[in-house]
């Protein structure tokens, strides 16, 4: 008994951990990109989006993993929109009582949290088929990890757009703020040199990993093979 | 006729769904890699957006004042099966229509932009004409949104670009720098 509960308290730290960092829904999936960059244009904003969406997702996953049994499998997909539906109601009507200024700020996005592909598709590919306990530790590491991704875009406009962290001001007044960071493009621009970061990070590990293994050539090969599938592309267009 | 004008330039351009609300991004940044694809993809999004509106106006006036909690809900479970029907309906009466745009149908209907056309239409508190005028705008800045991406992603493919940049990274800073430049027509606003 011992034994089992140590096993399963293993796989719920590590269905915690994925979502968190090598299965990151934001720099890894690359999902849910429409509040991720309309919302991020502060720290203060992208942290406010990020927690609303956790609730949705946190208590959704719950309650679809409880109803698990019931729900027909031809009208899920339904079912799930309108659980997700639901909450994102009640997150919308919460914020507009109790934070009207940020309700005002986030607009429409807080009711299109409900087309996040995020949370839908935790309840499909894993809510659905697995225990209420794993279905809520799976939940709670997504929704952190998207906290975190968007937290750390919308700080990083912040303090490059603005020049301040929570409206604080960091710089002195020889700042020159760059404003294109808090205007939409600077939402694409910072998430794609973000990705880039990360796909650094991974060529080197990959890299690595070559060299230690068949040499040197990985790169050359690479490129052949890519010629030749393109090629091939081309004519069958 | 003139208001009409402007909400059409303002949908189409200035306010461009996919480079300034960041909403249909997934098939922006997915899908769109061959011209033509991108092209009908747009299109079928012009006509789920036109049900949409009409939809949205419907509940709007006649359900919404009575139950407004049910917003969210109604808009999403009233879109999603009308454009089911709608489906159904163009399979059986036009089969050539169905197969330029059958495909894509289904998976327009989650898509973020469809929801937020019905809720910025009705937050705006547009008539029937201005919301349906509103759906042609936003379709058509999708459309061309999605060209103008797909006709770069078709070049890129055959340029040699760093491994490290390949891939979604390259798309955003192309569609930053696409949204740069659509930032442009925000002057048009002023001058008039």
């Known amino acids: 008994m011992a034994v089992n509960s140590d096993l399963s308290k293993n796989k719920l730290i590590e269905e915690f951990l994925k979502g968190l960092w090598t299965e990151n829904p934001v720099f890894v999936m690359v999902l849910g990109m429409c509040p991720v960059l309309a919302v991020s244009n502060t720290a203060i904003n992208s942290l406010a989006m990020g927690l609303a969406t956790m609730f949705v997702l946190v208590f959704s996953s719950f309650l679809v993993s409880i109803f698990r049994k019931l729900i027909p499998a031809p009208v899920r997909i339904t079912t799930f929109i309108i659980i997700i539906a639901t909450f994102v109601t009640v997150v919308d009507m919460l914020l507009a009582a109790h934070l009207p200024v940020i309700h005002k700020e986030l607009g429409a996005f807080i009711s299109l949290i409900v087309v996040n592909c995020v949370i839908l598709g935790r309840q499909e590919a894993f809510a659905s088929k697995n225990p209420p306990i794993n279905a809520l530790s799976d939940a709670l590491g997504v929704s952190v990890g998207f906290v975190f991704a968007l937290f750390c875009l919308g700080s990083v406009r912040e303090i490059l757009g603005n020049g301040s962290f929570f409206g604080i001001p960091l710089f002195g007044s020889n700042f020159e703020p760059w404003i294109v960071m808090i205007l939409p493009p600077g939402g694409f621009f910072a998430l794609g040199f973000i990705l880039l970061f990360f796909n650094q990070i991974r060529e080197r590990k990959k890299g690595a990993r070559e060299k230690n293994g068949s040499g040197a050539s990985w790169k050359q090969s690479r490129y052949t093979t890519e010629y030749i599938t393109e090629n091939e592309h081309g004519i069958s267009d | ?192």
């Open chain 2, 1 to 192: 006729m003139g208001e009409l004008f402007w909400i059409f330039i303002s949908a189409l351009l200035v306010n461009n769904f996919v480079l300034s609300y960041f909403l249909g991004i997934c098939p922006f940044l997915g899908v769109s890699n061959k011209l033509e694809t991108a092209f009908r993809l747009g299109l079928a999004n012009i006509f789920v957006m036109i049900i949409t509106a009409l939809c949205a106006w419907l509940l709007n006036t006649l359900i919404l004042p009575y139950a407004p909690y049910l917003r969210l809900i109604s808009f999403i479970i009233v879109i999603a099966s009308t454009v089911q029907f709608v489906e159904m309906a163009i399979k059986k009466l036009s089969p050539d229509l169905f197969r330029a745009l059958g495909i894509f149908l289904p998976l327009i209907t989650t898509n973020c932009a469809i929801l937020g056309l019905a809720l910025f239409a009705t937050n705006k508190g547009y008539d029937l004409l201005e919301s349906l005028i509103y759906a042609l705008g936003a379709g058509g800045g999708i459309t061309l949104a999605f060209v103008l991406m797909a006709g770069i992603r078709e070049e890129t493919r055959i340029l040699d670009v760093p491994r490290v940049i390949e891939g979604t990274a390259l798309s955003l800073i192309i569609a930053g720098i696409l949204s740069l430049t659509f930032m442009g027509f925000a002057g048009m606003f002023s001058a008039a």
